[in-house]
């Protein structure tokens, strides 16, 4: 079994996207992405945006541009799991079941709210004034980004490792409470890379958004491009007099975008006396080698509904590891689905309130199985067997991967996948690389997910039952 590593970022859809964000986060995700023990989860945290943003218009724009941005460079959806946020219901209800479990006095420590509330009480404010419970629970929804994919490696700039941490945190307190000896959330790492030089700006300090000093990646084409690198500041040195390829950003950039040999060459032609003019120009050509056919992609793009329909089968990825794993969790809280007769529910005879299994020949002539939940219903129909047994066989597999003290949804093991054939409405029980049963099709993609919780939810039940009832 090939375990790659899951690793998982998010992406603040905020602002329009400049060469810092693309040599500092957009080229390395990408690089670590395309490694082959990489499963990369990349995501346009556009919750996270409405914290700091509240203007509709630049929400909306800001999340296709930056959507764009990403497949533009380069990002293949087919190998990335690439969604955003909103998309997907289980992250804010488990930011809820995460919330509850989180100290107040964690997110007191949390450093963006602390800044807030030390900039209050330097201006003599009331110490929390203008600080929304977003930014106050900023960490908790970003541990629900992070754990509901059990992501264990997390790359982020220095400022995010402690949020990285919280989520650690938090998801140790709920193992802790709910997990009865498992791990039901997996423990993330933040990663953070030494290698990244972050890009100066126009005057020399760090390249952003809040310094006005950034160059615009796709924005305004090769001629905003060409004007944002005629505003480097440098000396006045003249053409042919010697100038320090270090006192300003030309050269620095210029190796962002060029290998160690031609950064060599264009510092020794400055020391030499190239002219900043001529410096300038190939400055912009060797950045528009690397980023012009990406500007076409995104300009040829950016009037198709691509970038939207690659994000909407992300989310449909995204969500068929989410659902299973919140169901389990709502189950470990105490959210069960009804059973029938729920007053019965603390019966102590497990089988009777749970789901089954039960073999049968169809008229097909072949042998099957179905799985009915505790009040009958029946939820998930095999695929035919030739034998009897056969059927009884992958009825024990299942309860037995699934009792496994160590069981988790996923590729590796069981789980779901939405069936494309029937227009995408029904649904099916995977284990590794063995089509089992199927579900559907159903009226709609609601009632279909509907049915995705259900039954997961009633197979959780019946696990469970099996694993308490062994000795
Ligand atoms: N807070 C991150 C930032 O500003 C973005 C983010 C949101 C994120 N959720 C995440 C990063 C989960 C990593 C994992 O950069």
Known sequence: MNARTRVLTGITTTGTPHLGNYVGAIRPALRLAAQPDTDAFFFLADYHALIKCDDPERIARSRLEIAATWLACGLDPARVTFYRQSDIP???????????????GLMNRA??????????????EDADAGIGMGLYSYPVLMAADILLFGARQVPVGRDQVQHIEMARDIAQRFNHLYGGGKALLALPDAVVDEDVATLPGLDG????????????????????????????????????????????????????FATRAEGDAFAADLRAGLAWGEAKQRLTACIEAEIGPKRERYD??????????????????????????????????????????????????????????????????????????????????????????????????????????????????????????????AFELWFMHERLAEAGPYANADARDAAMLQLVDALETRWRALAAAQP
């Open 90 to 104: 289980e992250i804010p209800e488990l930011a809820w079941l995460l919330t509850c479990v989180t100290a107040k």
């Open 111 to 124: 450093h963006a709210y602390k800044a807030a509330v030390d900039a209050n009480t330097a201006q003599g």
């Open 205 to 256: 300090r760090k390249m952003s958004k809040s310094y006005d000093n950034t160059i615009p990646l796709f924005a305004g084409g090769p001629r905003a491009l060409e004007d944002a690198i005629a505003r480097i500041v440098t000396d006045a040195r003249r053409p042919g007099e010697p100038k320090d390829p270090d006192s300003n950003a030309l050269c620095a950039i210029y190796r962002a």
């Open 300 to 425: 040829r793009m950016t009037v198709t509904n691509y970038p939207e329909e690659a994000l909407r089968e992300g989310a449909e990825k995204a969500r068929k590891l989410a659902m299973p794993l919140l169901a389990k969790l709502r189950h470990a809280v105490g959210l069960r689905a009804p059973q029938a007769g729920s007053a019965q529910v603390m019966r102590s005879n497990a089988s009777a309130r749970v789901g089954r299994f039960v073999t049968f020949r169809g008229k097909d002539g072949h042998f099957h199985f179905r799985f009915l939940g505790a009040d009958g219903a029946d939820l998930l129909l095999s695929v035919p067997f030739d034998t009897p047994k056969a059927a009884a066989d992958w009825v024990q597999v299942l309860d037995k991967a699934g009792g496994a003290a160590s069981f988790v949804w996923g590729p590796d093991n069981l789980h779901l996948r939405i069936a494309e054939h029937v227009g995408g409405q």
